[in-house]
């Protein structure tokens, strides 16, 4: 076990919905990463938070955001769901500042209807 | 290019075979290689992971062969096990920042 709590594990939601999906970091991680796995597909990275400030994204459109808190915890929001937005949706935390390690959850399964 | 090209797509051994999964890259900036494990409806798990200064790491019965001329690596598992079918991600982070570039994935399966 990696230590990195996802919820919930499962959803189903309709096209045009709201979502939000959570991460429970490992103790002392405070680097947050999230990234959208395709059936059949790699991880692609969504959005990384480093003390609760977003530190990077990849190619997704804004109605991917996201939340990192003060316990190192954090939110993924999708908007206005479309059908090619499901997916797995993994979490990964990372230690401190310099760490190569990345620890990942073991995911949402989103279903859009 | 941020890609990661990875193959086979899918592999299949007998038990005590050597599978070997391939990676390519093309971007110099990735400064971390690691290989991900995943189960079915489980995250990917760390296996093991390799810097680009180093041209062979072993662990167990895992072994990354690295090649920074040709922008290449693999994994090898020796002795396979049923219980090493899954898929494997090969996977390169970009320098400075916590973001992984994941491959395609294979899916392997050794037979008893």
């Known amino acids: 076990e990696t230590g990195v709590t996802q919820s919930p594990t499962h959803l189903i939601k309709t096209r045009g919905q709201q979502v939000t999906l959570r991460c429970s970091s490992q103790s002392g991680h405070n680097t947050v990463s999230w990234y959208q796995q395709a059936l059949g597909q790699g991880p692609q990275f969504i959005f990384q938070y480093y003390r609760e400030e977003e530190n990077g994204r990849g190619n997704f459109p804004p109605r991917f955001s996201g939340l990192q808190f003060p316990n190192y915890s954090s939110e993924l929001n999708v908007n206005a769901l479309e059908l090619d937005d499901s997916a797995l949706y993994l979490c990964?935390?990372?230690?401190?500042?310099?760490?190569?390690?990345?620890?990942f959850g073991q995911g949402t399964r989103l279903t859009v209807v | 290019q941020q890609q990661v090209k990875q193959s086979p797509q899918s592999l299949i051994v007998q038990k005590g075979g050597i599978p070997i999964i391939n990676c390519a890259y093309e971007n110099t900036a990735f400064d971390y290689f690691p290989w991900y494990q995943q189960f079915p409806g489980k995250g990917p798990a760390l296996l093991i992971a390799i810097r680009p200064d180093v041209s062979e790491k072993k662990e167990g019965r895992f072994t990354i062969s690295f090649n920074k001329s040709a922008k290449q690596f693999s994994l090898h598992i020796m002795d396979s096990q049923p219980g090493d079918s899954a898929t494997y991600f090969c996977?390169?982070?970009?320098?400075?920042?916590?973001?992984?570039?994941f491959g395609t994935g294979t899916r392997l399966k050794v037979l008893a």
């Open positions: 996977a390169a982070r970009l320098s400075g920042t916590y973001k992984y570039i």
């Open positions: 990964a935390s990372s230690p401190t500042a310099g760490s190569t390690e990345a620890f």
